[in-house]
């Protein structure tokens, strides 16, 4: 083994530690810069994973607020679209198409029930439906209408079986014919007159926030007004086509209704009806007796005496002139005619009407004619029919009679 010098030894360990410490040194750096690198780069992602968040959110946001300014650009065309009709079978198409596809996208169901002044019901009236086969089984509502018909107030729901205000079991019982998890629903109010409710639900729970109850709220406002007209109007054009008195139809009505079902029976050989006219035997009498308020008695007693007893028929009845009336009985040739005719005259024979404290009884005479036996013109049957009730009256009233086919 060879000989080291001493200080030669002494520098190379010397050497050796220096190299060691500076190592070490550069070590120890390295593993401390990367332990800040990676501090860097932990901060660096979780602040790069909330900007992504909040551009995300951004995102969201920008598409609610085009998706918004959308639907309330659409006001104007919604406002045209309502307005254009003014029966209440177009407002309320319109209503639930512009419903179903702005707020739900054509998803879930929209429904609309219309409020009957007279009994205080609901009515369904119109539906629009994803799922076309999907059944409606609550015609008058279910608790959800009823809760916006109580509190006259707009309702979301997110979770119908996490909503407290609602009876899980009932909901169970209505959700097992039409799966029901999320709604929204806002009553149709028009200068505070309740109209009905428009309503939008989804199997889906979540499917509907608040700015979506809050455009559903906006299309009732408008809606409201344009269903108050298509009210209005539908009450002026029944009072143009019924008699005041009796409310039966007017002679103008009549006509026009049997003009278009001879026009119909021309294009088709299955197509038979027949037509009666009524006249109050000695009506003048009445008058002459009681008063002309009497007269107008036994007119309304009459008129309800025949509605009744065609209630089932399909009849169209109408105050033809003074004491006369007309009567379409669709699918009836004469003899059935003639035979229902007299039980009619029976029946009107043996009604007690009362007049300033007096029973009396009335009798009418019945003319028979009928389509396309005796004539297949509207205006011909008429003069037929009417020929026909002269006849009965010449041969002695309170008949029947049938002019003879020719």
Known sequence: MPHIDPPLLSTLVIFFLI????????LHRYFKRKHYLQIKIQDLREKINILN????????????LEEKIRRYNKLKEIIEEIGQGLDLESIGDSLTDIAFSLIAGDKGTCILYLLDNQTQKLNLFKTKKEDRNSTIKAKEGDIFDFWVL???????????RKDFRFDLEKIETQAYTRPISSLISSPLISEHEFLGILRLDNSLPGFYSQDDLRFLVTINDLGAVALENGELFQRTKDLAIHDELTSLYTKGYFLEALREKCNRGALSQDITFSVL????????NYNDKFGHTSGDIVLKNLSRNITEFFKEANAVISRFGGEEFCIILPSLNKNKACKIADELRERIEKTKIILR???????VSIGVASFPADSSDSHELILKVDKAMYAAKQKGRNRVCAILSS
Do not use: C, G, W
Request: aromatic share 8%; charged share 30%; net charge negative.
């Open 53 to 64: 968040t909040e551009n995300a959110k951004e995102n969201k946001n920008e598409v609610a």
């Open 357 to 363: 404290k007096q029973e009396t009884h009335i009798t």
């Open 19 to 26: 190299n060691i410490l500076i190592a070490y040194y550069l």
């Open 150 to 160: 109580r509190h006259t107030s707009p309702l979301l729901i997110e979770d119908i």
């Open 277 to 284: 006219m009524l006249d109050i035997d000695y009506f003048k």
